[in-house]
């Protein structure tokens, strides 16, 4: 017996096919069932431990969840062209999906855009981007950490002096939000005098030829207050050639190793732990679990602790005693 179809049953058959064909899709497609995963890392440089440390809590994410992993970083520190070919080369190769640290939160935007036109889920850890559609953002909030870090130094320089400021690069949005916190505790402080505020663009050689020049032009200032740690780490170098180290306040920013052991030893008066081991295993997590079909957080807070003489047996296994 044929079946007959009706002109109404006809129409809504239509109906339900061009809503399965044109249902906009996600940032990414599902995982195929048995299909192993393969998802990347890209940092902003390799001459920094922090990057060492998310690598590490990226990777073991990834082998807890079954999935293959791939870490990259351009060999030119902060190299915004460098990455962004990384990346366009990540989306040729068809990965299923990539934690992104950009180095420029604008310059990064078009490679991220062409990333969603592709399918590549793009989740962010460390550092914003502002623009293209993406995952998550695991990172800590800069702007107060540095607030709290900016008031402890004018704590500990009682309001009054005059500091030299090691900057990172002028695109990348922690740098931008670490700065603007420094001025805004500033304008509390008009005792305090900025002789210098330079970029060493993140990196420890440059922070300690920075801080080299600058020691040559101003024979007398009360603090260094340093956008991250290697820069520190440069600029103790440079005070301690010159005999001044232990007379002037230094502060980073990361908490790496080699910046804890400063502040035990009493080279550096305070570091901020801001933990890139959990902000890349968080992002690596949130990435997986998305292309896996479950909802994930838009915004992953990594809390941040200033690191002291005070607290810094609390880092024990880290430091050397």
Do not use: H
């Amino acid at each position: 017996m044929k079946r007959r179809w009706t002109k109404n049953g006809s129409i809504i058959i239509c109906l339900v096919v061009m809503v399965l064909v044109f249902m906009p899709t996600s940032l990414g497609a599902q995982a195929k069932p048995g299909k192993k995963l393969t998802i990347a890392l890209v940092t902003k440089a390799l001459n920094n431990p922090f990057w060492g440390y998310m690598k590490e809590e990226f990777e073991k994410v990834c082998i807890a969840n079954g999935v293959d992993s791939i870490y990259l970083a351009p060999t030119k520190a902060n190299n915004l062209e460098e990455q962004t070919r990384l990346v366009e080369d990540l989306i040729q190769r068809k990965v299923d999906g990539i934690v992104l640290v950009p180095v420029d939160s604008d310059g990064i935007v078009p490679v991220i855009k062409r990333a969603n036109t592709a399918g590549v889920p793009i989740s962010l850890a460390n550092s914003k981007a502002f623009g293209g559609q993406v995952v998550t953002l695991s990172a800590i909030e800069n702007y107060d950490a540095m607030i709290q870090l900016a008031e402890y130094m004018m704590g500990r320089l009682n309001g009054r002096g005059k500091i030299i400021v090691l900057e990172g690069p002028a695109g990348a949005q922690t740098n931008t939000d670490r700065l603007k916190a420094l001025k805004d505790v500033l304008k509390k402080y008009p005792n305090v005098t900025v002789l210098a505020s330079q970029t060493a663009d993140f990196q420890r050689a440059k922070g300690m030829q920075v801080m080299e020049n600058l020691a040559q032009t101003y024979s007398n200032f009360d603090a260094v207050l340093s956008m991250n740690d290697e820069m520190a780490l440069g600029a103790i170098e440079a005070l301690d050639a010159s005999k001044r180290l232990g007379k002037v306040l230094i502060s980073g920013f990361d908490a790496s190793d080699a910046a804890l052991q400063a502040v035990y030893d009493g080279k550096m008066a305070v570091t901020m732990d801001q933990n890139p081991r959990k902000q890349a295993g968080d992002a690596a997590q949130a990435l997986i679990d998305f292309i896996n079909g479950k909802k994930v957080p838009d915004r992953i807070v990594t809390p941040g602790i200033a690191v002291t003489k005070d607290n810094i047996l609390l880092y024990e296994s880290r430091i050397k005693r």
